[in-house]
């Protein structure tokens, strides 16, 4: 199982999402059932740009080829940037909420998923400007 992306780098070409892109093609062979691939992706499609080394959509079609795919967007039945649940203020602002925290997982995952819930920004923000994205799988303990 993989986790956690969160990137920065100083060439903006290929920054955040750029360095998921640049990763998930670098360690193509990790990604095979089971994956998850959750945390801070600082990215969305409202942002897709060409000058950069992929963008939101390229990476989510690019895990879509490996059957692995937004759990979130598949349990609200959503598309991606049109999120109806912010995971991040910026400048810790309820006004300026974007959905940047994504859970991608395996389709073996997708029927397992008993709830999805995002943190309430009053609970959250005095900690971070994220809010932590929950998700519960049933689990199969037949050994």
Known sequence: MQSGPWTAKRNYKERYVGQIWLAIHHYAEMFAEPSILIGDFNSNTIWDRKERVGNHTDVVSKLAETNIHSIYHRHFNCEQGK???P?????RSQQKPYHLDYCFASTSFLDKVQSIGIGKYESWIAHSDHSPVMISFEVNNKY
Do not use: A, D, I, P
């Not at 995971?87 to 400048?91: G, K, M, P, Q």
């Open 83 to 85: 999120e109806k649940h």
């Open 87 to 91: 995971t991040f203020y910026l400048y």
